[in-house]
């Protein structure tokens, strides 16, 4: 059975930092992207960061680049986003998607509905 689990969100002054864990188990392909989404009310869910699992490629969406960063533990089984400088407007339910990457190269057009397994997401609160 394929799990997908967020953890780390919660509140936090602007400035400040967070750092969210996604936990993916059980995953039925060889090669795979895992990636961030998020959602504030009222919004579409936008990307955020993606890593892939064999090329090590990212991406990040152009308002969190250079503030955040994504990485993988293997051997844990975990993809970590670490939120630095965050703003009001990062605030909004982050999700953790996982894509079957037979058909990609790295990290390339993740978009919410190319994704194949979703956690159920991790909220995140930033305020002024």
């Known amino acids: 059975e394929v799990q997908v689990v967020e953890s780390g969100g919660g509140l936090m002054l602007a400035g400040g930092s967070l750092r969210l864990s996604c936990a993916a188990s059980?995953?039925?392909?060889?090669?795979?992207?895992i990636a961030w989404f998020r959602q504030a009310p009222g919004k579409r869910r936008e990307e955020v960061s993606c890593?892939?699992?064999?090329?090590?490629?990212?991406d990040y969406a152009d308002s969190v680049k250079g503030r955040f960063t994504i990485t993988h533990d293997s051997a844990k089984s975990t993809v970590y986003l670490q939120m630095n400088s965050l703003k009001p407007e990062d605030t909004g339910d982050y999700y953790c998607?996982?894509?079957?990457?037979?058909?990609?190269?790295?990290?390339?057009?993740?978009?919410?509905?190319?994704?194949?397994?979703w956690g159920k997401g991790t909220r995140v609160t930033v305020s002024s």
């Open positions: 059980g995953v039925p392909f060889d090669d795979y992207a």
């Open positions: 998607a996982v894509r079957n990457n037979r058909d990609y190269f790295g990290c390339e057009g993740y978009q919410y509905y190319a994704m194949n397994y």
């Open positions: 890593i892939s699992s064999t090329e090590g490629s990212t």
